[in-house]
């Protein structure tokens, strides 16, 4: 069976960067899968007021599937592929099975079956200023939005999801503080995995 590690924090605190910094070395041993792939799409609801951050925009028995085939190793395991321009789900593609699978989400571990799902659940803990201010940055830079754009998406949404996901992180099995730099901290955790691997034999 392989290992799956939870990666959650709220938006902005850095987890795709922690799940970056464990796959480096890891080679074909690890995979990453993401919570932005489960979206089910707003339908014919205007996006600009569709709530993203809530957990019903999530296709949660999807997710479950998708680290229970992880967890076992079983094919074909398809994973949605999300158009985030378009709204919705155009295809799906084929995950191949790895010994480690890192599942990254800032709400999707609000729900307690996909919290038992994975084997370890890491929490990367930001404190929410320092976390809005990079979320701002990375939306205008990456993701073409202007500061009202950002800022009124986190008053009316994001803010109220963070509260939730601030919830869980006495849930996690590991923290991660991320003010400043957790690259020191990822080493470790890195290695941990790597004997975690072994102990396991998986």
Same mark, same amino acid.
């Given at each position: 069976?392989?290992?799956?590690?939870?990666?959650?924090?709220?938006?902005?605190?850095?987890?795709?960067?922690?799940?970056?910094?464990?796959?480096?070395?890891?080679?074909?041993?690890?995979?990453?899968?993401?919570?932005?792939?489960?979206?089910?799409?707003?339908?014919?609801?205007?996006p600009e007021v569709y709530n993203f951050d809530d957990l019903e925009s999530l296709d949660l028995e999807s997710i479950l599937l998708a680290i229970h085939n992880c967890k076992n190793q079983q094919q074909p395991n398809e994973i949605p592929v999300y158009d985030?321009?378009?709204?919705?789900?155009?295809?799906?593609?084929?995950?191949?099975?790895?010994?480690?699978?890192?599942?990254?989400?800032?709400?999707?571990?609000?729900?307690?079956?996909?919290?038992?799902?994975?084997? $370890?659940?890491?929490? =990367?803990?930001?404190?929410?200023?320092?976390?809005?201010?990079? /979320?701002? #940055?990375? &939306?205008?830079?990456?993701?073409?939005?202007?500061?009202?754009?950002?800022?009124?998406? $986190?008053?009316?949404? =994001?803010?109220?999801?963070?509260?939730?996901?601030?919830?869980? /992180?006495? #849930?996690? &099995?590991?923290?991660?503080?991320?003010?400043?730099?957790?690259?020191?901290?990822?080493?470790?955790?890195?290695?941990?995995?790597?004997?975690?691997?072994?102990?396991?034999?998986?």
């Amino acid at each position: 069976m392989a290992l799956v590690i939870g990666v959650t924090g709220i938006s902005g605190s850095g987890k795709s960067r922690l799940c970056s910094l464990l796959a480096e070395g890891l080679q074909q041993k690890l995979t990453i899968i993401c919570q932005d792939s489960f979206y089910k799409g707003c339908g014919h609801t205007d996006p600009e007021v569709y709530n993203f951050d809530d957990l019903e925009s999530l296709d949660l028995e999807s997710i479950l599937l998708a680290i229970h085939n992880c967890k076992n190793q079983q094919q074909p395991n398809e994973i949605p592929v999300y158009d985030h321009s378009q709204h919705k789900r155009v295809g799906y593609r084929n995950l191949a099975p790895t010994k480690v699978v890192l599942v990254e989400g800032h709400m999707m571990f609000q729900d307690p079956a996909i919290r038992d799902a994975v084997d $370890y659940l890491l929490y =990367v803990d930001t404190d929410m200023d320092i976390a809005v201010v990079r /979320r701002l #940055k990375r &939306d205008i830079a990456e993701r073409g939005r202007n500061v009202d754009e950002v800022t009124g998406r $986190y008053m009316r949404h =994001v803010r109220q999801a963070a509260l939730k996901t601030i919830n869980i /992180r006495n #849930k996690a &099995d590991f923290i991660i503080p991320n003010n400043q730099s957790f690259t020191n901290a990822a080493n470790l955790l890195r290695q941990y995995i790597d004997n975690l691997i072994t102990e396991k034999g998986t």
